[in-house]
Nanobody, 121 residues
């Protein structure tokens, strides 16, 4: 059973910083990519950043220059360093990973439970 667990959310003033962490556990054959998404009430979940197995990173325009995604100490962990936070960054942040959990199943995307980030003005 694969689980993704996020941590690091909270309340911060505009201009402040937070670092989100995510770790995947369970039987994992291969980790293809890891992602951070944000969701606000009434809107679809939107991609904030991702990092591939080879270390290629990509960011949403709103995150460029302020957020940094990086792999953790283990292959199945990822961080999101968020600096210069704005009220519009508020939302529930979800970690996701494209994982191969057996040799006979295709890659599947697994999701964490989400962590709330609130940026006050």
């Amino acid at each position: 059973q694969v689980q993704l667990v996020e941590s690091g959310g909270g309340l911060v003033q505009a201009g402040g910083s937070l670092r989100l962490s995510c770790a995947a556990s369970g039987t994992i054959v291969r980790n293809s990519a890891m992602y951070w998404y944000r969701q606000v009430p009434g809107k679809q979940r939107e991609l904030v950043a991702f990092i591939s197995r080879d270390g290629v990173m990509n960011y949403a325009d709103a995150a460029k220059g302020r957020f940094t995604i990086s792999r953790g100490n283990t292959e199945n962990s990822v961080y999101l360093q968020m600096n210069s936070l704005k009220p519009e960054d508020t939302g529930v942040y979800y970690c996701a990973a494209d994982l191969l959990v057996t040799d006979w199943e295709p890659l599947q995307r697994y999701w964490g439970q989400g962590t709330q980030v609130t940026v006050s003005s």
